[in-house]
């Protein structure tokens, strides 16, 4: 059973609500809040959220860990909001890019801070595409804090069913460019051109491109924030994939591409496993 009993959630798109839920079937408390009502109504009425309200103005309340679960920006200026004010709990984040905000956090609450990341989404984005099993086996990137803040933020990751990853914010951000944004990035070019084309591609598609269709279909404003605050390492991917297609295309090896690649899956599978 979990020491930590209550836990705020500002924001409740697709991870903060399926973060209430997943915190209620641990029978842990959830307070929260969204400029979106309809959200609050929904979440309330599922029994994910305390009947408490979580005034985004104040932000006080009696629990020991708060989430920080808007955009980018929005989470920003939580940060900016907590500076001046005197509070015990613990304050984390789930946004998609670490640095920026880990600079920010540690410079605005010290230790109290742990910046953080759950490598968990879906095929929609919002509220009503939330499910209580999100996290379940996920990675959950944790990049600063205070040791003892840490501990909080790991028995929230455990509850939910994840499992915690220690980085720095700058190792996160460039690993995430390449197994989150770079991927991102690709799907939505790909599946812009397939949707053009003169043949009837799209009439043609297969479970692959599906893959592909579905991250297409992701957000875009969300997305652009995303990519905007790891342009840096982003672009460094883009280069590097750009060469490999260059030499691919010169030297027309794909035997050599397609046994590299199989050999990248195999690790994959060997590696991407649940922390016991």
Not at 132 to 142: Q, V, Y
Not at 211 to 222: K, Q, T, V
């Amino acid at each position: 059973m979990s020491s930590i009993r209550k836990v705020g959630v500002l924001g409740l798109g697709l991870v903060g609500a399926s973060l209430a839920g997943a915190l209620r079937r641990a029978g842990i408390e959830v307070v929260g809040w969204d400029p979106d009502s309809d959200a609050i109504r929904s979440l309330r009425r599922k029994r994910w959220l305390s009947k408490t309200a979580l005034d985004p103005d104040r932000i006080e309340g009696d629990f020991q860990v708060l989430v920080l679960a808007g955009p980018l920006s929005v989470n920003e200026s939580y940060l900016r909001l907590l500076a001046p004010r005197r509070f015990s709990f613990t304050v984390t984040d789930v946004g998609s890019v670490k640095t920026p905000i880990a600079k920010l956090g540690k410079k605005l609450l010290g230790s109290s801070f742990v910046p953080g990341h759950p490598m968990a989404g879906g095929t929609g984005s919002g509220f009503s595409f939330a499910t209580k099993n999100l996290f379940e086996d996920r990675p959950w990137s944790i990049c600063g804090g205070g040791e003892k803040q840490q501990r909080q933020v790991k028995k929230l990751i455990k509850a939910v069913g994840a499992h915690w990853v220690s980085m720095t914010p700058e190792g996160h951000d460039r690993t995430v460019a390449q197994v989150s944004h770079l991927p991102q990035v690709l799907a939505s070019i790909l599946v812009s051109q397939t949707s053009k084309s003169k043949e009837p591609a799209l009439e043609l598609t297969g479970p692959g491109f599906a893959d592909w269709a579905r991250l297409a279909g992701s957000n875009p404003e969300l997305w652009t924030e995303i990519l905007d605050a790891n342009k840096t390492s982003v672009v460094k991917e883009i280069k590097k994939l750009e060469k490999a297609l260059a030499r691919l295309r010169t030297e027309w090896e794909p035997q050599s591409t397609l046994k590299k690649g199989k050999e990248g899956y195999e690790r994959w599978q060997n590696t991407s496993k649940p922390r016991p």
